[in-house]
């Protein structure tokens, strides 16, 4: 994955229905006003810790990968609490 990934960072962010990270603000309103059944769940478990990592896209298209796709892989390798 490290040929996709062009930066990651690791925030603290206690609260993610208010954030502190105002980059996040907007899609997080957004995200929050309709989650689905799953998102819920991962929700509920929330630790306020938050890696974002920014993915370089046309990395993506040329390989065909879905962001999904990384998602999953990243939750696979995630203890369930």
């Known amino acids: 994955m490290s040929h996709l990934v062009t930066k990651t960072e690791l925030y603290y962010d206690p609260d993610y229905a208010n954030t502190i990270i105002e980059e996040d603000a907007g899609f997080l309103e957004s995200y929050l006003l309709m989650p689905d059944e799953e998102d819920v769940e ?40």
């Open 42 to 81: 991962e929700l509920a478990s929330y630790s306020g810790w938050l890696l974002r990592m920014t993915v370089d896209k046309t990395a993506l298209i040329d390989k065909n990968i879905k962001l999904t796709e990384i998602k999953d892989i990243i939750k696979a390798h995630i203890p369930k609490t």
